[in-house]
């Protein structure tokens, strides 16, 4: 079946633009991750949906970042007023009902480059 | 807060030859750890992990990690490598129930 999506694949914007990042899961996945991969580092939490609501949103580095997922099935990251720091590969995961034995699945990601 | 360490930032290797990746944890609860691998342009994909029980775990591709409480670790393993193996490898460990937290990676290239 269908893996977790993201799109765009690459997104170029200029400093202070708006963006917006989009992650459909596997279908039926109740739970919902987003991660921020910087170069040469290994994936960061950003935060947990389930369901519709947000669980857990103490990776977002601050409130410049946004996320939402209002149907409980499409995610979309909210990145205001860009920067440069904030270019890095956006990971997003999906999994069955979350908790300690699901499998995290991921998405290829969305490379985000502020210039 | 839990943390995982990742000893070796790049392994190169040669066809057919074993490899051992290193990982340590470092975590005052229980513990719950996962390798993924990352292929080139590919999201990451679970190779194992380790929730309870038996200490070898064997993943998928050849692979098998062993968890080891008193040293805090678990290394991945695989006796003979390929060329396809050549990949980023990450170990993360889980907490609150949800919540990976990712080593830094180690970069694998496998030579003919």
């Known amino acids: 079946g269908a893996g977790v999506s993201q799109t765009p694949s690459n997104k170029v914007t200029e400093k202070g633009k708006y963006v917006e990042l989009r992650c459909d899961p596997i279908s039926g996945h109740t739970a919902l991750y987003w991660y921020r991969q910087s170069l040469g580092q290994g994936p960061e939490f950003l935060i947990y949906f389930q369901g519709t609501g947000a669980a857990d949103d103490s990776g977002l580095p601050n409130d410049r970042f946004f996320a939402v997922r209002p149907e409980g099935s499409v995610s979309t990251l909210k990145i205001q007023r860009t920067e440069r720091g904030d270019s890095a590969v956006y990971l997003c995961?999906?999994?069955?009902?979350?908790?300690?034995?699901?499998?995290?699945?991921f998405g290829p990601g969305t490379r985000l480059t502020v210039l | 807060a839990q943390s995982v360490t990742q000893l070796d930032s790049q392994v190169p290797v040669f066809e057919e030859a074993p490899v051992e990746l290193r990982c340590n944890y470092s975590?005052?609860?229980?513990?719950?750890l996962f390798w993924y691998v990352q292929y080139p342009n590919q999201g990451l994909q679970l190779l194992l992990k380790y929730l309870s029980g038996s200490t070898l775990v064997k993943g998928i591709n050849g692979f098998e990690a062993e968890f080891n409480k008193s040293q805090t670790s678990f290394h991945l393993r695989k006796p003979s490598v390929h060329i396809s193996d050549t990949a980023e490898y990450f170990c993360?460990?889980?907490?609150?129930?949800?919540?990976?937290?990712f080593g830094a990676g180690t970069t694998v290239t496998v030579r003919a």
């Open positions: 975590s005052s609860v229980s513990v719950y």
């Open positions: 995961a999906s999994s069955l009902s979350g908790g300690t034995a699901d499998t995290q699945y």
């Open positions: 993360a460990v889980l907490s609150n129930d949800y919540k990976l937290s």
